[in-house]
Structures are given as C-alpha cells and as structure tokens.
C-alpha cells in the first residue's frame, strides 16, 4: 500500500506470462500496469513515496549467462509518468545512471521525499564491504553517505538519517552508533560472530530508540531495547518466541509516531499486535479466515480505513484481499497460485523428536491427503545449508508434489539448523556425516515406530548439504533407504576448499567459519576424509538420482563427476546435468523434467514388491 493509502502496488501476470507492475487505486478499485515489457520481467519494487515507486527488471527464465539480470532499476510515477533509469548494468556519471554493482537498499517515505538509498559493492571475497548514496529518483543525482570503514550493513531513523552500521573485517562483527546530539559515531559492540553470541541491529523506533536481536544468556534471541545512555542492553526482552530464534518484522505507522506490533515465526508465522485497533482489526479478520495465517499491512504515514490483508497457509499458496475496517467487508485482489486447489492439498504438522542422545530436533511432517497415514512410502526431504533454517509453515510445492503422490514427507531441522536456539545449532558443528546425519536416520526410525512409514518404502533426498545427507544415508543406512535423490550436492568437503573458481574458496566463510562448523582442512584432515562420499562411494549400492548444474559455482560439477567416476560399476545411477543452470533449477522445462524423472524412479523402487 502506497504511504497515503490512496494506491496499492502489484506484481502481476500478463497475457504473455510476463511480470507486469500495477498499481491498484483505493478509491474505485481499478488497477492500472504501469510498467511491463515483452521480453522481461519486473521483478520487484517499492514505493518511494506516495506517488512515486521504484522498480526493477530482469528475465525470471533466462538461463545464466543470458542476461536474466535484466537492464536495471528504474523510478516511476503511480500515473506511469516520468520514468526514469537509475541503476544499468553499464553506467557513467554523465547521464547519472549508477552501474549493476548498485541495488536498493531501502526507501524512507515518512517525509515524503523523493529518495531513495543504494548500496555498493566495495570489497570483495575475502572482506567484503559496502558504501551507501542516498539517490533522488526524479533527477538521478546520487550523495556518499559518510559510515565507519567496512562497513557491510546500514540501517536508518524515520527522518532517512544513518544511525546505525554493522561492520565486518576477517572474523570480527562490529555494530557502530552515530549519536544525532554529537553526530559522532561509537563502538558499540566487536565481537566474533562465530564464537561469541554479541548481538545485531534489530530497528530503531520512531524515537529513534535502539532495539537489537540478543541472546542474553539464553539459548534463544529475542528483541531488546538498547539503552543508548547505559550502553547496555536491558534486562528484560520486549518480545520472545520460546522455542525459537526470534525472526520477524516491525510494523510503524509515521504519522503517529508509532509501533503498532512485531510479527514472529514459531512453528508458524504470528503477529504481536501493540496496539488496540488493530489488535481487534486481526480478531475479525482470523475470524473470517479462520484457517489461514493473515498477515496485514495498512498505511505508513496515515490512517485510512482499508487494509491489505495476505492470507496463507500449509495448503494454500496465497490470496490477497483489501479489507474495508469501515463496512468489514473483503474485496479480493488476487492469488499467487490459483491454479493450485487447497482441497487437494496436504497438511504440514510440526514436532520435536528426541534422538538418541536426548536432543529434540524439530520436524515437519506432512501425510498424504485422503490416505490412511499408516504403513507408506515415505521421503526425508534434507534441507540444504546446513547453517539455517530449512523448513517453515507454508505452501511448498517441492514438499505438496511428493505428497499428492501418496508419499509422506518427513523434514528434520537437524542440529546445525538455525533458529531454534544455539544449543541445537552448535551440537551440528563438525558434524557433517556423523552426529547431523544421525539426526535424520533416527527421524526416519521414529516416523517408522509411529506407522507413518512402511520401512520397506522409504527414499532420501535433498539439494547442497541436503544431497550431501543424502549420499551419507545410503552410504551408512543402506538397509533403511531404498533409493537417494540428491541434486547439486556436495560429495566432499576438501573440494568446498579447494576449487578455484566456486563462491566459497577463498571467501571470508572458508577462512573463519567453515574451519569451526565444519572442519579444518588441515587438523580435521582425518575426520573430512572419514565424512566424505567420495572416499567411501564403493559402499554405495542404493540407486540413486545425481543431478547438477553445468553453471553451479556454490557446488560445482566436480563434486558430481568425481562421486559418479568412484562409484561401483553395479550401482545404478541416473545422471542428471542442465546448461545454463546453477544453485537448481530456474527453467521452468528443467523443473518438470527432474520432477518428472523422480516422479518415476520413486514409483520404481518404492513400489510394493
């Protein structure tokens, strides 16, 4: 919703499958595309302020290499005039239009103005870094924002004032404060974001008070307030999630100088509304869409009374609607899959399983619709990373398609996964293939015992780490897993080290983070080779899917050839390669054709027999 309220912004599919923006007026609900090209995309947006937006352009299908970066960023007014090129793939300061190294970094609209922020790239692998310009959007006139040296994120007040930058040098995380009495930046906080908990910028309130994400000593975050006169973080936290990292958004309203609530993901996503009216605004709406997650968004900088209201679930990709708070009446804008049909979907539930060394790993678990949910064949669905959160309460069409085929989809956050505290994450550091793959064999055990899974009928797959899981499972489960899906994934630690040209050699995560969390080259040497696929590949007699991405630079297609060249002559294997692909699959021909052949290789070897 545009800050006044008059205007909503859109995304939408035109007549030639081509991303289009929008713009919805309030008052007579009559949308209006006012940008939308043949041969690209509008890919994303934001308004800059209330009649003015900021776009930018790429081609969704184009394959690496073929220019699916698009031409740019440009700013529009909400009529479609005056529209002007900001950031190009080439540029000069002569026609003051800033190069590709440049994207937005934010739009601050409390006053009304036509800037914008952008970064650029100013490092590189080994200590990245970057330089903020405040851009007007009208002339194309660009200003150095002044911040402390390596500098890698900036977060600013309502007024478009810095106030605060996170730094980063080697090993080190600092977050620095500029005082708007003195204008003087201070230390904050060094610390080593590896080893030590320190804390990260979290929002700065329209009071311009500081609030930061912090563990507190506790295994979870939380959100605090910094007291900037102490230098201290309070004691007590404004909100927390138990069970669960603190990860979330902060709702303003400008014109009143306010926050009105914090939204969170728990197993689910939620909101903690602060303030009454809307507070009552979601009771009325959860009790129209009573099984759905309703997520709302109202005017920044002044109260009308429509809200936009975006309403999801585990079997429903979506559906937006303009709630009238006046009337209590719904008005629909539109779906982001309404091919999909919700009735035909199938649940997801969360649990914690306790493994065998009393560690509780947080699953999703997702039985077929209409099935008897006992005695199926089932897929462990590995998430990659390993270092994050893999799984959330949502639409998953990878997960939705094995479950519309009768398999039962089980999906670990094994330890190492991120945002269920550090207890669960830490326990997975240096234990790729041993105590993190024991996780899953022990998930899979207890979705047996439970009846879920018929324990003749169970295959393991995943992508990066998750295809890495996967090899490790056949290689050291071979009696629980009849066959293994793995795509771009990785077969031996030594080679995320060593090959020149892939994103993570040489890169500041090789040099400090990998060595930790993973293993160290040199005094884990023994442990790496113990925990590689491609050292114990002739163990391997499962059949197995090995696909990869000719243009992967994250794993690259030597991980795949060198496991594929070790493996016994007697293994059956499909080998799978896409030109033009990457990190997965863009194309959407290369995505029906590898679900497609997994479709059939599940059929062929999870059959009853």
Same mark, same amino acid.
């Not at 600013?156 to 106030?163: A, E, I, N």
């Not at 897993?481 to 892939?502: E, F, K, P």
């Given at each position: 919703m545009s800050p006044d309220g008059k205007s909503i912004g859109m @995304? /939408? @599919?035109n007549n030639n499958d081509r991303f289009v923006l929008s713009v919805l007026d309030t008052a007579t609900l009559t949308p209006k595309v006012i940008a939308g090209y043949d041969k690209t995309d509008v890919v994303s947006f934001n308004w800059v302020n209330s009649r003015r937006l900021i776009f930018s352009i790429g081609d969704v299908r184009a394959l690496i290499g073929e220019g699916r970066g698009g031409s740019g960023t440009f700013a529009i007014n909400k009529d479609g005039t005056e529209i002007r090129q900001l950031i190009a793939s080439v540029g000069d300061e002569k026609t003051r239009v800033l190069n590709r190294m440049h994207s937005l970094h934010s739009t601050v609209s409390a006053n009304e103005e036509n800037d914008v922020y952008v970064t650029r790239q100013t490092g590189n692998r080994k200590n990245p870094s970057a330089a903020l310009f405040k851009l007007n959007t009208l002339t194309g006139q660009n200003e150095n924002i002044p911040a402390p040296v390596n500098s890698i994120g900036f977060m600013? +007040?309502?007024?478009?004032?810095?106030?605060v930058a996170t730094t980063s040098l080697d090993n080190l995380t600092g977050v620095e404060y500029k005082d708007p009495k003195t204008q003087q930046w201070r230390n904050l906080i060094t610390f080593d974001n590896i080893k030590e908990d320190g804390f990260s910028p979290a929002f700065i309130a329209p009071d311009g008070q500081l609030y930061v994400r912090a563990h507190k000593g506790q295994d979870t975050t939380s959100i605090y307030r910094y007291d900037l006169e102490k230098n201290k973080i309070d004691d007590t936290p404004i909100v927390s999630t138990k069970g669960f990292d603190f990860a979330g958004r902060f709702i303003f309203n400008n014109k009143q100088n306010k926050l009105l609530g914090i #939204?969170?993901?728990?197993?689910? +996503?939620?909101? @903690? &509304? !602060?303030?009454?009216k809307w507070k009552s605004y979601q009771a009325k709406i959860d009790k129209a869409l009573p099984n759905t997650v309703n997520s709302l968004a109202g005017a920044n900088n002044a109260e009308n009374n429509l809200i936009i209201v975006h309403s999801f679930s585990d079997v429903h990709p979506g559906s937006y609607l303009i709630y009238n708070t006046k009337t209590e009446e719904f008005t629909a804008i539109g779906d982001r899959k309404p091919e999909v049909d919700s009735k035909k979907m199938s649940y997801k539930d969360f649990v914690r399983i306790k493994?065998?060394?009393?560690?509780?790993?947080? $699953?999703?678990? $997702?039985?077929?619709?209409?099935? $008897?949910?006992?005695?199926?064949?089932?897929?462990? =669905?590995?998430?990659?990373?390993?270092?994050?959160?893999?799984?959330?309460w949502d639409w998953n069409p990878e997960t939705q398609f094995l479950a519309s085929r009768g398999y039962v989809v089980i999906e670990p956050e094994f330890r190492g996964s991120e945002g269920y505290g550090k207890t669960l994450n830490r326990a997975g550091w240096k234990q790729w293939g041993l105590a993190m793959q024991d996780d899953v064999t022990d998930v899979t055990k207890w979705a047996i015992e439970k009846g879920y899974a018929d324990p003749k009928r169970i295959c393991i797959a995943g992508a990066s780490y998750g295809g890495y899981?996967?090899? =490790?499972?056949?290689?050291?489960?071979?009696? =629980?897993?009849?066959?293994?899906?793995? &795509?771009?994934?990785?077969?031996?630690?030594?080679?995320?080290?060593?090959?020149? &040209? #892939?994103? $993570?050699?040489? #890169?500041? &995560?090789?040099?400090?983070? =990998?060595?930790? !969390?993973?293993?160290?080259?040199?005094?884990? /040497? /023994?442990?790496?080779?113990a925990t590689s696929p491609v050292e114990q590949a002739s163990r391997l007699t499962r059949p197995l899917i090995l696909a990869y991405g000719i243009e992967d630079y994250r794993v690259p297609l030597v991980h795949g050839e060198r496991f594929k060249k070790a493996l016994p002559a007697s293994t059956k294997v499909e080998w799978i390669t896409y030109t033009g692909e990457g990190h997965g699959w863009r194309q959407p021909q290369n995505n029906v054709d590898f679900w497609t052949r997994v479709e059939k290789f599940l059929e062929e070897n999870t059959a009853v027999k």
């Open positions: @995304l /939408a @599919l600013l +007040d309502k007024s478009g004032q810095l106030r #939204s969170y993901e728990s197993d689910a +996503d939620g909101i @903690l &509304w !602060l303030d009454d493994v065998r060394d009393g560690l509780e790993i947080p $699953t999703y678990v $997702t039985i077929p619709r209409n099935s $008897t949910g006992k005695n199926l064949p089932m897929v462990v =669905m590995v998430h990659g990373g390993p270092y994050l959160r893999g799984v959330h899981a996967v090899l =490790m499972g056949l290689i050291k489960e071979p009696d =629980m897993y009849r066959c293994g899906i793995s &795509w771009v994934g990785v077969t031996d630690i030594n080679l995320l080290y060593d090959v020149s &040209w #892939s994103d $993570t050699a040489g #890169s500041t &995560w090789a040099r400090y983070g =990998m060595p930790i !969390l993973i293993g160290d080259q040199e005094k884990d /040497a /023994a442990q790496l080779k």
